[in-house]
């Protein structure tokens, strides 16, 4: 390993080269053709954004590094997707708004402040290492905030409230931080 893959390790993590799955509950499985987005709350224009809908939109594709709270770090993982800020534009954010709830299936959540989500790397990704990404990982759409911990990148993503006022998701509500920034090890609040 070169030196300059030393420095893409955050503080107590370990490089792996599988790719753990982890989640709370069970994996969804969630049909492609009945899939929908929906991004609500304080916006001027709520989505519904649709598998054809996404795939219409501009799509980007980034390697990037996935750093989990229980201490694994995976190096140059590929993905597709559409950047969530060109979503967010069409919807029309509200400019007060401050944070987010991300929802997944079963009531499970994540919360994002809007500065987080506006980031270019911040992705609604369709595509893992040029395939579907499969139903252990998240398919077929899960968030990508590859910045935090990997527990904000919600797998099954369903929707995204914007809020005024911070909501704290699932993790957040049982002990770990509300943000969770792996190079100031963020993981506990
Ligand atoms: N919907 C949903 N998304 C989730 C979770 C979950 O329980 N439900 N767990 C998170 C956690 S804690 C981690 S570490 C990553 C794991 O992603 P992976 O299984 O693709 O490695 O998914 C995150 N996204
Ligand atoms: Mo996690």
């Given at each position: 390993?070169?030196p300059?893959h030393l420095?893409?390790?955050?503080p107590?993590?370990?490089?792996?080269?599988?790719f753990p799955?982890?989640?709370?509950g069970s994996?969804a499985?969630?049909?492609?053709?009945?899939?929908?987005?929906?991004?609500?709350?304080h916006?001027a224009?709520?989505?519904a954004?649709?598998?054809n809908a996404l795939?219409s939109?501009?799509?980007?594709?980034?390697?990037?590094d996935l750093h989990?709270?229980?201490?694994?770090t995976?190096?140059d993982t590929?993905?597709k997707?559409?950047?969530l800020?060109?979503?967010?534009e069409?919807?029309?954010v509200?400019?007060d708004?401050?944070?987010s709830?991300?929802?997944?299936?079963?009531?499970w959540?994540?919360?994002?402040?809007?500065?987080?989500?506006?980031?270019q790397?911040?992705?609604v990704?369709?595509?893992?290492?040029?395939g579907?990404?499969?139903?252990?990982?998240?398919?077929?759409?899960?968030?990508?905030?590859?910045r935090?911990y990997?527990w904000?990148?919600?797998?099954?993503?369903?929707g995204?409230d914007?809020?005024?006022e911070q909501?704290l998701?699932?993790?957040?509500?049982r002990?770990?931080?509300?943000l969770g920034?792996?190079?100031?090890e963020?993981?506990?609040?």
């Amino acid at each position: 390993m070169s030196p300059s893959h030393l420095d893409r390790i955050p503080p107590g993590q370990n490089l792996v080269a599988d790719f753990p799955v982890l989640h709370a509950g069970s994996v969804a499985h969630l049909r492609r053709e009945s899939w929908v987005l929906n991004i609500t709350g304080h916006v001027a224009k709520p989505l519904a954004i649709d598998w054809n809908a996404l795939l219409s939109s501009p799509a980007v594709e980034q390697t990037c590094d996935l750093h989990c709270v229980t201490g694994w770090t995976k190096l140059d993982t590929r993905w597709k997707g559409v950047r969530l800020r060109t979503l967010l534009e069409e919807a029309a954010v509200e400019a007060d708004t401050q944070h987010s709830v991300i929802t997944a299936p079963d009531g499970w959540t994540t919360n994002l402040p809007v500065s987080e989500l506006l980031r270019q790397d911040v992705i609604v990704a369709y595509e893992y290492e040029g395939g579907p990404i499969s139903a252990e990982h998240g398919g077929p759409v899960r968030l990508l905030v590859p910045r935090l911990y990997l527990w904000k990148s919600a797998k099954w993503l369903l929707g995204i409230d914007l809020t005024v006022e911070q909501r704290l998701g699932f993790w957040e509500t049982r002990g770990y931080h509300e943000l969770g920034d792996p190079w100031l090890e963020q993981r506990y609040s």
